[in-house]
């Protein structure tokens, strides 16, 4: 089946920056967006960036100009660069993809999540 494994997490400095990596494999037909979350403790999942099959990307308002996100199509693979990262983006990342498996079946699945951890 399908599983998203992501990487690149851990711990780093304020001002830092770290590369988180999900690489989606299984019985993939396409992914139509890949995206990445993040929960900090006592707070709701929140929509950190995403990006379409077909390049368009949207980002939170706090990470804009800081975070970018890209794609391997071919690989099936996302990225998230994060740069300038501050004691307030410390939280469990998870990737997501919204994935066409065959032509009668979509679903959306999860990652296990990453922690990144800003803090010096």
């Known amino acids: 089946q399908v599983q998203l494994v992501e990487s690149g997490g851990g711990l780093v400095q304020p001002g830092g920056s770290l590369r988180l990596s999900c690489a989606a494999s299984?019985?993939?037909?396409?992914?139509?967006?890949m995206g990445w979350y993040r929960q900090a403790p006592g707070k709701q999942r929140e929509l950190v960036a995403a990006?379409?099959?077909?390049?368009?990307?949207n980002y939170a308002d706090s990470v804009k100009g800081r975070f970018t996100i890209s794609r391997d199509n071919a690989k099936n693979t996302a990225y998230l660069q994060m740069n300038s990262l501050k004691p307030e983006d410390t939280a469990v990342y998870y990737c997501?993809?919204?994935?066409?498996?065959?032509?009668?079946?979509?679903?959306?699945?999860w990652g296990q999540g990453t922690q990144v951890t800003v803090s010096s």
């Open positions: 997501n993809a919204d994935v066409v498996k065959t032509m009668f079946e979509r679903r959306t699945y």
């Open positions: 299984g019985i993939i037909f396409s992914i139509n967006a």
């Open positions: 990006a379409t099959n077909g390049g368009s990307t």
